[in-house]
């Protein structure tokens, strides 16, 4: 049995694509219809512009996909996403290959540059790539997954079986493939081992150093940059609760820093424990120990994955976390909360106890203070007289002092050669949300606080158009939290104007823009929910016009040709056979045999390259536009035209017999002929 046609063999891998992709309802229509093509006696004679049309629609598939993924936040796992999704964009060209009952395509159907140069013979039977695709497209969501390492192993075990080479060697085959698969199979949960320990390593490696690129771990501030932060309105997260949330101050924190050094705040001892969900697999306790204080506020906010780790915004004292469906979630001491292989969308809930959180008691980084910036605490500390007070007043005092006292600005301008944090204390008294956060951190350090650098957004503005808060891209802010009477509370030093100030700076067409976001995070949950009941079935709300689409213009284009007459009165088709099949079927009777796909004009240059002697082709190649017009527009077909060329078929095929009678009568066949 032909290796390419092993029964059953492209359904099954379709199906453990499916499986594995959450995308199987797609999965199983391809295959029934990969089936349904392999076994129809219908074949479709497809020119070879037919062929380049359908290649081209899996391309625009493809970059239509792409763009989708970039526009909806996904820009960082497009190409896994793209991996993923690669049996659904290369169906078509598959699927045509099966209806057509072509055993290979030609190459220039896969690659436009190869369209010009013309038929070089070079094929590419489409079958066993298309299977390996949906291996490797299976392996985005489950690499890991024992259960995705047996189901591969048994689908490339099925296929060296059908090379002949398991049958003949069975006995020392079948071992050296079980032992090979196992070896894989622990090789690659040792990289991924070694990958978290090097990752750990490196990180610890650079907190010494007091650098790091990793989110988690380091926050790059622009505290003594000069110039304008600017911010984007882009909407990152939506939020619903109980209550006006804004006037609650709410902040959604995604991470937490412990040392400062050269204007860079860094994550001491980063590690992330694994949280174990309960109940419906969807909840998440965040804390081991239950805290002594119940939560009785709650969210429901709404984010998007766009990457293979994300950081989720939470409450400062979040203490559970609901309808949460990811694989992995993961906590640090810091707070920072961290997600893998979740949906593109989720909306999750979150119980927690507003601005006070009584996980992680403090350490002795909770403490540290540059030594180069020590006589300028101790110099605000004596002139503003916050010693003898207890924590929470000094906290008080502080966000007093800057609330009355300094400005809040987006221009970054520190004098070369000074100090930017006491320039911002003492002289220019104006800065952003980093330079309140970061002083005051430092501030109730030097007062024996322990206190942390805190990120993440504000909720501050609700939009009457989704019926919830939003928060944009420019709501990122900073703060401090510090340890007192046995909780970390959060305290927001920054003017509260600044939201005020950001807010004025929004493009007149933001409220465009908000729209054009609405109206994407509705349909990706339209999607997300149809995949939700059926594997993502929402794919085929995509694919069936597109395929509808094709399968109209091949009906139409076969009707056009059975049911049009021309003014001859002659049906196309059989003024196609009037015209050019004499042709057609005198260079088959002469052996000269015309390749899957090749059109004629292709086939009569190669006839005259390799049989240069052949009678007279040059001379029919004028037909060609008036046979294509006949095939595909016979509506602009012209009765002379028509006759013209029938004349002229006529005189070849006549001139074609009297030069073979001739051979004949000398016992010799004319050249070229086989």
């Known amino acids: 049995m032909p290796l390419a046609r092993l029964p059953g063999l492209l359904s099954l891998a379709l199906l453990f694509w499916g499986w594995h992709a959450t995308l199987l309802v797609p999965a199983l229509?391809?295959?029934?219809?990969?089936?349904?093509?392999?076994?129809?006696?219908?074949?479709?004679?497809?020119?070879?512009?037919?062929?380049?049309?359908?290649?081209?629609?899996?391309?625009?598939?493809?970059?239509?996909?792409?763009?989708?993924?970039?526009?909806?936040?996904?820009?960082?796992?497009?190409?896994?996403?793209?991996?993923?999704?690669?049996?659904?964009?290369?169906?078509?060209?598959?699927?045509?290959?099966?209806?057509?009952?072509?055993?290979?395509?030609?190459?220039?159907?896969?690659?436009?540059?190869?369209?010009?140069?013309?038929?070089?013979?070079?094929?590419?039977?489409?079958?066993?790539?298309?299977?390996?695709?949906?291996?490797?497209?299976?392996?985005?969501?489950?690499?890991?997954?024992?259960?995705?390492?047996?189901?591969?192993?048994?689908?490339?075990?099925?296929?060296?079986?059908?090379?002949?080479?398991?049958?003949?060697?069975?006995?020392?085959?079948?071992?050296?493939?079980?032992?090979?698969?196992?070896?894989?199979?622990?090789?690659?949960?040792?990289?991924?081992?070694?990958?978290?320990?090097?990752?750990?390593a490196v990180v610890a490696w650079l907190s010494d150093y007091f650098t790091s690129s990793m989110d988690p771990y380091h926050s790059t501030t622009r505290i003594g940059e000069v110039g304008e932060l600017k911010l984007s309105g882009a909407i990152r997260y939506r939020v619903r609760g109980e209550g006006d949330l804004a006037a609650q101050g709410l902040l959604l924190r995604r991470s937490s820093y412990t040392l400062y050094r050269d204007g860079n705040w860094v994550a001491d001892g980063p590690q992330f424990n694994l949280l174990i969900p309960y109940g419906d697999g969807m909840s998440w306790r965040v804390e081991r120990e239950p805290p002594p204080v119940v939560a009785d506020h709650n969210l429901v906010i709404t984010a998007r994955m766009g990457s293979d780790r994300v950081l989720l915004p939470a409450p400062s004292g979040a203490q559970t976390l609901r309808n949460l469906p990811v694989g992995v979630l993961e906590h640090n001491r810091l707070g920072a909360l961290r997600a893998e292989q979740g949906p593109a969308l989720i909306d999750y809930g979150v119980s927690y106890t507003p601005r006070t959180a009584y996980a992680s008691?403090?350490?002795?980084?909770?403490?540290?203070?540059?030594?180069?910036?020590?006589?300028?605490?101790?110099?605000?500390?004596?002139?503003?007289?916050?010693?003898?007070?207890?924590?929470?007043?000094?906290?008080?005092?502080?966000?007093?002092?800057?609330?009355?006292?300094?400005?809040?600005?987006?221009?970054?301008?520190?004098?070369?050669?000074?100090?930017?944090?006491?320039?911002?204390?003492?002289?220019?008294?104006?800065?952003?949300?980093?330079?309140?956060?970061?002083?005051?951190?430092?501030?109730?350090?030097?007062?024996?606080?322990?206190?942390?650098?805190?990120?993440?957004?504000?909720?501050?503005e609700e939009s009457a158009l989704e019926g919830s808060y939003i928060v944009r891209a420019r709501h990122a802010h900073a703060w401090s939290e510090y340890w007192a009477e046995g909780a970390w509370h959060t305290l927001d030093t920054t003017p509260s104007v600044w939201l005020d100030y950001e807010a004025s700076r929004d493009p007149w067409l933001q409220p465009l823009w908000d729209l054009f976001s609405y109206l994407g995070e509705r349909f990706t949950r339209f999607g997300q929910s149809s995949g939700e009941e059926g594997g993502r079935s929402a794919w085929l709300w995509w694919l069936l016009p597109l395929g509808l689409l094709l399968a109209w213009r091949l009906l139409r284009q076969r009707r056009a040709q059975r049911d049009v007459t021309t003014a001859s009165g002659v049906s196309p088709g059989a003024e196609s056979m009037a015209l050019l099949t004499p042709v057609i079927e005198q260079l088959?009777?002469?052996?000269?045999?015309?390749?899957?796909?090749?059109?004629?004009?292709?086939?009569?240059?190669?006839?005259?390259?390799?049989?240069?002697?052949?009678?007279?082709?040059?001379?029919?190649?004028?037909?060609?536009?008036?046979?294509?017009?006949?095939?595909?527009?016979?509506?602009?077909?012209?009765?002379?035209?028509?006759?013209?060329?029938?004349?002229?078929?006529?005189?070849?095929?006549?001139?074609?017999?009297?030069?073979?009678?001739?051979?004949?009568?000398?016992?010799?066949?004319?050249?070229?002929?086989?």
């Open 29 to 200: 229509a391809l295959a029934g219809l990969f089936e349904l093509a392999q076994r129809s006696r219908w074949q479709w004679q497809f020119e070879r512009s037919e062929l380049h049309r359908i290649a081209d629609l899996s391309t625009l598939l493809l970059v239509g996909a792409a763009i989708y993924l970039y526009l909806n936040g996904a820009a960082t796992r497009l190409v896994f996403t793209l991996l993923e999704w690669g049996p659904l964009i290369l169906a078509p060209l598959l699927f045509a290959q099966f209806l057509a009952g072509l055993p290979a395509l030609p190459l220039s159907t896969l690659f436009y540059s190869l369209r010009r140069r013309g038929d070089d013979g070079r094929r590419l039977d489409l079958y066993l790539p298309y299977i390996a695709l949906c291996l490797l497209a299976a392996s985005v969501s489950a690499a890991q997954g024992l259960a995705y390492w047996v189901g591969a192993v048994l689908l490339l075990g099925w296929i060296l079986w059908g090379l002949g080479g398991l049958a003949r060697h069975r006995r020392t085959a079948l071992p050296l493939l079980c032992l090979a698969a196992a070896l894989g199979y622990l090789g690659q949960l040792g990289i991924v081992r070694l990958h978290a320990h090097l990752e750990e």
């Open 588 to 674: 088959q009777a002469d052996g000269l045999v015309r390749l899957p796909g090749e059109t004629l004009g292709r086939w009569w240059a190669r006839i005259e390259r390799e049989q240069p002697g052949y009678y007279g082709l040059e001379g029919l190649r004028s037909l060609l536009p008036l046979h294509y017009r006949q095939r595909f527009l016979p509506e602009r077909l012209e009765l002379d035209q028509l006759r013209e060329g029938q004349a002229r078929v006529a005189e070849w095929c006549a001139g074609r017999r009297a030069r073979y009678s001739e051979a004949e009568n000398a016992q010799v066949k004319p050249s070229g002929v086989a």
């Open 361 to 460: 008691p403090p350490q002795a980084s909770d403490l540290d203070r540059p030594e180069v910036l020590q006589p300028t605490l101790e110099r605000f500390v004596r002139e503003q007289q916050l010693a003898g007070l207890t924590p929470v007043q000094q906290a008080t005092r502080i966000a007093f002092l800057f609330a009355t006292d300094y400005h809040y600005t987006l221009d970054l301008q520190t004098p070369e050669g000074r100090e930017p944090l006491a320039y911002f204390l003492f002289e220019r008294r104006a800065g952003h949300c980093e330079y309140y956060a970061t002083a005051t951190t430092l501030l109730l350090r030097q007062l024996g606080i322990p206190a942390r650098y805190a990120v993440g957004y504000a909720v501050q």
